[in-house]
């Protein structure tokens, strides 16, 4: 296993949608082997594979309750709403509270293959719709309101001219 670089904005990486996998075998078997230790070692709850610059429909989670993987989830269904804090280890060192649906459920296929789905309210919902957002190639900056995500990009456009550096 190894800890992969994480990818952040405004990496065009993270705006792509991913790839769907065909086979789950021995090499998707490794990269979510070193998703869950690159995402254990952020630290973080949930990776999807984009954010180390793999263009495939992979996820890795922990909402509490053990690694989890989904490959090629689809989000079935969701419903509620609620404000939580959340962020992004793509967008690091940013809080926003965000609205999202409070439940949601997610199949796909598991490390083996096999189908599999993950349904959950608070922490697991919000972890499924944030992860699957980044398959589409969709960051959390897009679930700001509009205001708040203007100020957000220009404050995180600004971090990044001032992170190369002057030239
Ligand atoms: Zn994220």
Partial sequence: MAVFPIRTFPDPVLRMPA?????????VRRLIDDMIETMYAAPGVGLAAPQIGVGLRVVVFDAGEG??????????????SWVYEEGCLSVPE??????????ARASGLDRQGRAVVFAGEELLGRVLQHEIDHIEGVLLLSRLPRRTRREALRELREEALQAQGPR
């Fill in 67 to 80: 690694a989890q993987a989904l490959v090629n989830p689809v989000l079935e269904d969701s419903n509620g």
């Fill in 94 to 103: 940013h809080y926003w509270g965000i609205k999202r649906a409070s439940f």
């Fill in 19 to 27: 790839r769907a996998v065909a086979v789950v075998d021995d090499e």
